[in-house]
């Protein structure tokens, strides 16, 4: 029983201490309100609307000023008044433990100061707005004032320079004082947010007449005096490049002119209206027309130059393509008599000497236009280049002509060389195969000889007739070469296992008697050798069956025949 009374009593000492601790922080936030409370209350926003209030205000700047003075005093004389008296309830309810409802009323209190802060910010920043708008507008005044003055001052000292502009220059200008004194006026009864409307209107239109009285000036000058100057530089030119032979291919000069001339007048009507933006397309065009007219009379100046500086040059190429156009002729026709020209050399020889012919017809055509004074002299230079890159093309491709049909003859000795060549390899495989007196050739061998032995013969009779293909030839050389080193190969195959088959049987003698492997062996070799001419069979049999009697001796006779063959070789 006691350990329970002694429960309970921990229990509501331990609650006792948690609503003790709830209420000191309970009531330190309601001394925190208290004080933003009491904080709120001493904000000089009353002095700065007493200060605010001797501005002479009138219109909706008074009555914003108006508004923010009410808010103050409800915020002063009401909710302050009323969020103390739910303050000095929650702190009651708080110290006799009524802690909820202290809280409920304390919450309530602190959102309703947070709002009243929030308000009371704007309406100084709105207070304060109001005093740095009269400020502002009170140094606008002299600004502006200084400001008209320059650009009065400027449009009358320089009225020249902005030709029939002027007079719209100065409309605006008197429009923007008429503004200006409009502003003053406003200024000076209070009325702030009209008269902050007023400036930013006076600004914009600064901004602009200034920026008019920069531009006009450069255009009215090319409209006036840099455009005249450089079309009647261009008329004077142009006359005199006429009166010296010059001719142009499409002459608009002079309608051009006319073109520029009007359009200068009306360009400087619209600069009367100030249309700017129309006054700057009409001067772009007008430039570029000028420079294209500019450009095409140093073109036909440049190309004078240069034909006259190419004239000999080209005559000299025209000449030199033809004279190797008649000298690779003439070396085609007669190397046809003895060759077939299978690439059409002579075709192409003669499309050549057509399009020289062209070229020359061009440039006889310009010359005499030079001579008649008739020539647009940047025709005769397109054509002279043209002329030079085709002659230099035609000049190449002759060469590589002639360069290809200058190896037929040595092409033709190489070729008897090669056939030469060939009857001898042929003379020589026959010797080689009748010095060992063997007993028989397979048909294969015999074949590949044939076939070699009669085409050589066929290429002798064809290198020899009056006239041949070297293209034929050379193929065939070709083909035949790959032939020869095969029988040549197969030839040195054939007597190399003869020879050895013929040692290794003779080898085998001393072992027969006494070996019946070996004599079985030998007589099976025999008859291959003798019957069916397959020495490389023969060799092999004969030499494994000596191989498992006398190890080694078969390399040994081998390497003996190979070195002697290699002997031989160098002696020859």
Do not use: W
């Not at 440049?302 to 008649?326: C, E, M, P, S, T």
Request: charged share 30%; hydrophobic share 35%.
């Amino acid at each position: 029983m006691i350990v329970i009374v002694s429960a309970i009593l921990v229990v509501a000492i331990i609650i006792m201490l948690i609503l003790v601790v709830y209420q000191k922080s309970v009531l330190k936030k309601i001394q925190d309100a208290i004080n933003k409370k009491d904080t709120l209350s001493k904000a000089p926003i009353g002095d700065n609307i007493e200060a605010t209030s001797k501005l002479n205000l009138t219109g909706d700047s008074f009555d914003q000023f108006n508004d923010y003075k009410e808010k103050y005093e409800k915020i002063i004389n009401d909710d302050l008044p009323s969020i103390n008296v739910a303050l000095n309830d929650a702190n009651s309810n708080a110290k006799t433990f009524s802690l909820l409802q202290a809280n409920s009323l304390l919450s309530e209190s602190v959102n309703s100061l947070n709002e009243i802060e929030d308000s009371m910010g704007k309406i100084d920043d709105g207070l304060n707005q109001l005093k740095d708008l009269d400020e502002q507008h009170t140094r606008a005044i002299d600004e502006l004032d200084k400001q008209i003055k320059d650009l009065n001052k400027n449009i009358l000292s320089k009225n020249y320079s902005y030709g029939p502009s002027s007079d719209k220059i100065e409309d605006e200008l008197s429009n923007i004082k008429s503004e200006y004194q409009e502003f003053i006026k406003t200024v000076e009864s209070g009325d702030q947010y009209t008269a902050d409307d007023i400036l930013n209107s006076l600004v914009k239109k600064i901004e602009i007449i200034e920026s008019l009285m920069k531009e006009t000036p450069k255009l009215y000058l090319s409209l006036s005096k840099d455009f005249p100057k450089q079309i009647d530089e261009i008329d004077r030119g142009h006359r005199t490049m006429i009166e010296t032979d010059y001719n142009f291919s499409d002459d608009n000069i002079d309608e051009n002119i006319e073109i520029i001339k009007s359009s200068i007048n009306k360009a400087i009507s619209l600069l009367s209206d100030l249309k700017i933006d129309d006054v700057k397309q009409e001067n772009y065009k007008i430039e570029k027309t000028i420079d294209s007219m500019y450009e095409m009379m140093e073109k036909e100046v440049i190309a004078k130059r240069k034909v006259r500086k190419n004239i000999k040059l080209v005559y000299d190429y025209i000449y030199h393509a033809r004279r190797q156009n008649h000298m690779l002729l003439s070396e085609l026709d007669q190397l046809s008599k003895n060759y077939t020209l299978e690439h059409d050399e002579i075709k192409k020889a003669k499309s050549f000497s057509q399009q020289i012919h062209q070229i020359e017809n061009i440039y006889n055509n310009d010359y005499q236009l030079i001579m008649d004074k008739k020539a647009v002299y940047s025709e005769v230079q397109s054509h002279q280049q043209d002329s030079k890159k085709q002659l230099s093309a035609i000049e190449k491709e002759q060469k590589d002509i002639n360069d290809s049909v200058a190896d037929l003859n040595e092409e033709e000795n190489t070729a008897r060389e090669l056939i030469q060549k060939f009857d001898f390899q042929l003379l020589n495989i026959r010797r080689k195969i009748d010095n060992l007196n063997l007993p028989g050739l397979q048909d294969d061998f015999m074949e590949k000889y044939k076939y070699s032995y009669k085409k050589v013969s066929e290429l002798g009779s064809t290198i020899n007739q009056v006239k041949i293909s070297m293209d034929e030839i050379n193929k065939k050389l070709t083909t035949m070469d790959k032939a020869m080193e095969e029988l040549i190969s197969d030839t040195e195959e054939i007597v190399d296992n003869a020879i050895l088959a013929e040692r290794l049987m003779q080898y085998a003698n001393r072992y027969r008697n006494n070996n019946e492997e070996v004599n079985a062996a030998c007589v099976e070799a025999k008859n291959h050798f003798d019957n069916d001419f397959d020495y490389e069979k023969s060799l092999k049999i004969i030499s494994s069956a000596i191989e498992n009697v006398d190890s080694g001796a078969f390399n040994r006779i081998k390497k003996e025949y190979y070195q002697n063959k290699q002997n031989e070789s160098k002696k020859n």
